[in-house]
């Protein structure tokens, strides 16, 4: 088989192909070997019926089946011949129907595809992203220990004896009905609330204002289509409301003894860890945002323009992702807010993003000799699924299994490109306003 590659304009491959007389001969040989077993000639013995017989009853057959067993691995070959990954299906001249097919002379054929751009890419260094490093100050960790002290708080009945005020503590049960039939999991008893904490929907908040002990209520709350609760989605729901008592938040002392029931030694090891756990989580945000900065400008920076047969496509997937995310989670698109016809317009610029990202990242790391070995793909999915208390091996079979490996070994890569890219990427200057 002989492969002629030719780069046409707007980013098309045209690859000339010729198969052999010689493969030609050779399908055609065992189509007519495999037809003899399959049919029955009259005045002949099965399996025994001459190829000009043959030829001469089933002509269209045997073309078409001789051609679906050349013309497609054709092509497959040429690709993998001059490495290239086409974007879309082959545009085949002649058509595949089209094609003659004779003993002892070749087929030849054209096959035009898309192909990824080369991308000229900025310098890394004109990249520039906030680098300023992460910082958390005393009293936002004071602020974060007090409202774990709010959440340990607990509350003692009063003996005063009054309706309930905007920012008292309450004591309630409350049962939740539509359709005159409780719902799953809508009651509760003993619940001490704070009035206008925003605890509670805010018609329940108000519904308690001016409510003696010991007295109950019904209140009607209509819920929008999107709710979180299917079973209260779109619906009328009443609420039975019981007070039972105001009562008093107790803080705890925030000492050691505090620490020692949040599972630490003393006060100070607990303010540590909480000021650690903080810093992390700034760098995680940082990280993010760098991470952001530099795709945006990577892709501002690089002419790219994808075709619209990928970007329909890659719309195409998105679509039926989330139709399918809907299903899983028994929604219809009008209880989750979604509209399909206005669907593939709203998805198109993230595809357009999503195809930009993975053209400039399979560049960068061609570019850079970015990868990912297997023995760091088994140490991340080892990692992973021990922090999941999975079984590593099954977790590893059930990648494979749904196809899913080379997606890891693909997310691996992009962190690591995009640690490189943070690494070499400027800092941006700080605005200095003169005084």
């Not at 905007?166 to 003993?190: H, L, Y």
């Not at 519904?207 to 609760?229: C, H, R, T």
């Amino acid at each position: 088989m002989k492969v002629a590659a030719e780069k046409l304009g707007n980013n098309q491959m045209c690859l000339r192909i010729e198969i052999s007389a010689e493969e030609v001969n050779e399908e055609l040989e065992r189509t007519y070997r495999a037809l003899r077993t399959k049919v029955s000639v009259p005045g002949f013995r099965k399996g025994r019926v001459p190829s000009s017989i043959l030829k001469a009853r089933f002509a269209e057959y045997i073309k078409s089946e001789s051609l679906q067993n050349l013309v497609p691995p054709a092509y497959e070959h040429a690709l993998d011949t001059e490495k290239l990954v086409p974007l879309n299906n082959p545009e085949i001249s002649p058509p595949l129907d089209q094609i003659e097919i004779e003993e002892g002379k070749p087929i030849v054929f054209e096959a035009t595809i898309d192909i990824q751009p080369d991308l000229a890419l900025p310098k890394y260094e004109e990249i520039a992203i906030d680098k300023t490093p992460a910082n958390v100050p005393r009293d936002e960790v004071e602020e974060y220990i007090q409202k774990l002290q709010a959440q340990h708080a607990t509350f003692v009945p009063l003996e005063e004896n009054r309706p309930a005020q905007q920012g008292d503590s309450v004591r309630i049960d409350w049962e939740c009905f539509v359709d005159n039939q409780p719902i799953k999991d809508g009651s509760k008893q003993d619940v001490d609330v704070e009035i206008g904490q925003g605890t509670l929907l805010p018609k329940i908040e108000e519904a308690l204002i001016g409510m003696p002990i010991g007295s109950s209520k019904k209140i009607e709350v209509d819920f929008e289509q999107s709710a979180a609760n299917s079973e209260l989605a779109g619906k009328r729901a009443v609420f039975h409301l019981t007070l039972h008592a105001l009562t008093e938040k107790q803080l705890p002392a925030l000492d050691d003894e505090f620490a020692k029931d949040l599972e630490y030694e003393n006060y100070d090891q607990l303010y540590g860890a909480i000021w650690n756990n903080l810093v992390e989580e700034q760098k995680g945000i940082i990280n993010q945002s760098q991470r952001e900065e530099v795709l945006q400008q990577l892709i501002e920076k690089t002419e790219i323009n994808p075709p619209e047969s990928l970007i329909d496509r890659h719309v195409q997937q998105m679509t039926q992702n989330i139709q399918g995310q809907l299903q899983t989670q028994g929604k219809t698109p009008e209880q989750a807010g979604v509209d399909l016809e206005k669907l593939p317009s709203e998805l198109r610029a993230d595809a357009i993003r999503q195809i930009k990202q993975a053209w400039i990242f399979d560049t960068i790391a061609e570019e850079e000799n970015i990868s990912v070995t297997d023995d760091e793909l088994d140490i991340e999915i080892r990692r992973i699924a021990e922090s999941q208390n999975r079984d590593p091996q099954k977790y590893a079979s059930l990648l494979k299994a749904s196809n899913r490996l080379e997606e890891f070994r693909e997310h691996l890569r992009n962190e690591k490109i995009y640690t490189f890219l943070i690494q070499k990427a400027s800092e941006k200057k700080s605005l200095i306003i003169p005084s």
